[in-house]
């Protein structure tokens, strides 16, 4: 087998001579340079359109303006215009980075718009594009040039021009081509690298027909180029000063530019290495990068493991890049099929039902790269296929000697591992039967000691042990069972989640929340569970760093009163997260879904519980977690009808104002004891007004507060513990911040009206 790895390795590159780009100039993602700096990006909705962003100054009108862009196949940018390959017809489409687009705004010289291309590169004020059909997969073809120029009244206008297309490269085939300012290079046919144009002499690029002049990846700044060679993997620059410390020994598959950085996908484990004049500790570790993209002060790219968006600043005084919530298509379509060392993106994983492929024609693929090493603090558990690219699982999942070494255990205790697994039934057999009975008397002690502490938890946890009539009766005071987390959270795959819930079928949906789709799983132990599964908007505030941070808070979070996380998955770019199950749903499905009404003990009593539940993010957890969206269909029932508080916020450490966010949760907590009062949504439209507080608040104030009990629910023979609440939800929902108490006073207050047990 190791015979062969040379082999392989050739192939490898041969392949990436032949398909891969130079996503710094033509690729999935681009960015336009100057002082108007847009990216714009390949949906990945199937129909290939366009999505742009920039700086927030120009954010708003873009994505406007980038609806008006048709579907293309590939972009490239220059200075204040974007460019691409329509995705139709093959002919060249240019626009100004912040015009909207138009017929008569095309940036492309009426003589040339009827011409099909395959290659396109936008440089600072012109455009060359390499002649023949995009999705031919042609190999070579000749190339045309033409200027950008700016009118007196600013407007960007096209024109043919003899400045950036000479004699010596009209008669010339070019595989791939590259723009700067005031050049252009390509590969040649039969190797080489040919620059031309009137600042090309400044590069020293050696014009030279050589067949080992042959690139997997260019790309050109504004004063400079760069490429990787096939063969060797070398990174090559040329042009004055080439910027300082390109990374050596390190291959890559891709490159972009900027004005004075360049940054480059690893063709390992798909990191980002960038060089140049930039701050490096900005650049994202630890995560992979399908395609990438520069403008002057800006890196842009789609990440490998949810197709979202990823931008970082190479330059502090420019303003920061807010990319959009959306998937971006990870490559470029093409007609030909995937070869060694690349696989063949499959839509499935993005789990989008009216989705089945990324490209506009269903015989197109997108091919990527293999990755074929992982990240530090990850191990490779499965090699790439023509399918699916290779699996990285975390280094605390290393349970073998196989990853061993790349996770930075000894061998040594490999080894010992390795002996102890293959020598335990001896030695079970050996020693079992003299330390069975000190093995009983400690199970013994143990129980004894778990059944106090269950009593313990009880008492703190669930408030008054009397058992209550109706469907209360079921186990109210005793202890909901909580699974722990040992350490570390389960990890599940994907595959064991899936068919868990039958593929998140939607007869499996419990619900959605802010955080994605929930579903009932039932794994193959036995255990029922609520699985959760991230959407977009939650998967780009969550990257792999973030995410597991998320996980280590998490797992710490055990309560009674709190929904307790089991375990995760993150695999092929999912983020799903496996709770408890709680199967008396949700407190908003007993007040306003129409299940079995709670009658007014319960709810005492789950608002006691929500209560506590809420008091121990803010007070027990350091930092404070702040719930952001508490309502009442985000306050769970478990088995024992239990409340506990679910769908709470994370890493509130980062916001500027802690306490005002924790009045907040209190707010919204007034608004939920105001709907276990009266019966009715939080915002109805059939009553007037159709705001709850504003309609309670006035009653309470006024000493009518029993005006707001609900009226679908018997009245108690003692109604007091049911003014008592409405005093503490209109405290609660005071408009002062300040006037509001903390949650440790409301638990405390609702604590004691249902220990005093007058509810009858």
């Known amino acids: 087998m190791q015979s062969r790895k040379p082999l392989l390795f050739t192939l490898h590159f041969l392949f990436l001579c032949t398909a891969a780009h130079g996503f710094g100039s033509m690729g999935p993602i681009s960015a336009s340079s100057g002082d108007d700096e847009v990216f714009c990006a390949i949906d990945a909705g199937g129909k290939q359109d366009v999505i742009c962003w920039g700086d927030n100054a120009t954010s708003p009108s873009l994505s406007a303006f980038a609806s008006a862009v048709p579907a293309m196949s590939a972009l490239s940018g220059g200075d204040g215009f974007l460019c691409g390959i329509l995705a139709n017809t093959s002919q060249a489409y240019c626009w100004g980075a912040t015009a909207k687009p138009s017929a008569d705004l095309v940036l492309v010289p009426p003589s040339y718009r009827n011409i099909a291309y395959s290659r396109i590169a936008a440089g600072t004020r012109h455009v060359c594009a390499v002649r023949g059909l995009y999705y031919a997969d042609r190999d070579s073809g000749a190339v045309d040039c033409w200027e950008i120029t700016e009118t007196e009244n600013g407007m960007l206008v096209a024109k043919e021009s003899n400045l950036y297309l000479d004699l010596s490269v009209v008669n010339l085939e070019l595989k791939k081509v590259v723009s700067g300012d005031g050049f252009s290079c390509g590969e040649v046919k039969d190797g080489g690298l040919f620059c031309w144009g009137p600042k090309s002499g400044y590069l020293s690029v050696p014009n030279v027909s050589n067949a080992s002049y042959s690139f997997s990846a260019l790309a ?14 070398e990174l090559k620059c040329w042009g004055p000063g080439s910027f300082s410390d390109p990374p050596v020994q390190v291959r890559l598959v891709s490159l972009s530019a900027g004005a004075n950085h360049y940054c480059g996908v690893r063709m390992d484990n798909h990191e980002v290495e960038c060089w140049g004049d930039l701050n490096s500790s900005v650049v994202p570790k630890g995560i992979g990068f399908m395609a990438i993209a520069s403008s002057d002060f800006t890196t842009c790219g789609i990440r490998e493991d949810d197709l979202l968006l990823d931008c970082w600043l190479v330059n502090a005084s420019k303003p920061d890049f807010d990319p959009p919530l959306e998937l971006s298509s990870p490559g470029l379509c093409r007609a030909s099929s ?26 197109l693929t997108i091919c990527s790269p293999c990755g ?61 039967s003299s330390v069975l009975g000190v093995l009983v008397l400690l199970l013994c002690g143990c129980l004894c000691m778990a059944r106090k502490g269950t009593k313990k938890q009880s ?61 009932k799983a039932l794994l193959a132990d036995g255990r029922v569970v609520a699985v959760k599964r991230a959407n977009a908007a939650t998967i780009i505030h969550t990257n792999n760093r973030n995410f597991e941070t998320e996980l280590e808070i998490l797992c710490k979070i055990r309560h009674c009163n709190v929904v307790n996380l089991l375990g995760y998955c993150a695999e092929m770019g999912e983020r799903l997260l496996v709770y408890e199950y709680m199967p008396h749903g949700t407190l908003y499905d007993h007040l306003h879904g129409g299940l079995s009404p709670l009658n007014w003990s319960l709810r005492l009593k789950i608002a006691m519980q929500a209560a506590k539940g809420l008091e121990y993010l803010h007070k027990e957890q350091v930092p404070p977690i702040v719930h952001k969206d508490l309502k009442s269909s985000n306050i769970l029932l478990d088995s024992e009808w239990g409340a506990r508080i679910s769908d709470f916020g994370l ?59 609900d009226r679908y629910v018997a009245l108690p023979r003692n109604v007091e513990p049911l003014l008592k609440l409405a005093d503490i939800a209109e405290l609660a929902v005071r408009e002062n911040p300040s006037e509001r108490p903390p949650m440790s006073d409301i638990a405390s207050w609702l604590e004691q009206i249902v220990k005093d047990g007058l509810i009858l």
């Open 220 to 233: 050109a700044g504004r004063n400079t180029v760069c490429g990787v060679f096939n063969f060797s993997g």
């Open 651 to 709: 890493l509130a450490s980062s916001d500027k104002d802690p306490n005002g966010d924790l009045e907040s949760d209190v707010y919204s907590f007034g608004i939920v004891l105001l709907e276990i009062l009266s019966g009715r949504k939080a915002y109805d439209r059939d009553y007037t007004p159709p705001n709850m507080v504003e309609w309670a608040v006035p009653l309470i104030k006024q000493g009518k507060a029993a005006a707001t009990i």
């Open 372 to 432: 074929s090493n992982c990240s530090k603090g990850f191990f490779l558990s499965s090699e790439c296929t023509r399918n699916a690219d290779r699996v990285c699982t975390a280094c605390s999942l290393c349970q073998n000697s196989s990853c061993f070494g790349v996770c930075g255990l000894h061998k040594s205790t490999a080894l010992r591992m390795h002996w102890h697994w293959r020598h335990m039934p001896r030695w079970v057999v050996i020693v079992g």
């Open 338 to 363: 995937c070869g060694v060392g690349e696989f063949a993106f499959n839509v499935s994983v993005l789990n989008e039902i009216a989705l089945t492929s990324l490209c506009v024609r269903e015989d």
């Open 459 to 519: 008492k703190s946890c669930m408030g008054n042990t009397e058992q209550e009539d109706d469907h209360a009766n079921v186990a109210l005071n005793s202890t909901p069972s909580v699974a722990s987390c040992p350490g570390a959270p389960q990890v599940f795959r994907l595959s064991e989640l899936k068919d868990a819930t039958n593929g998140f079928k939607e007869f499996n949906e419990l619900g959605r929340g802010s955080y994605g789709f929930v579903y």
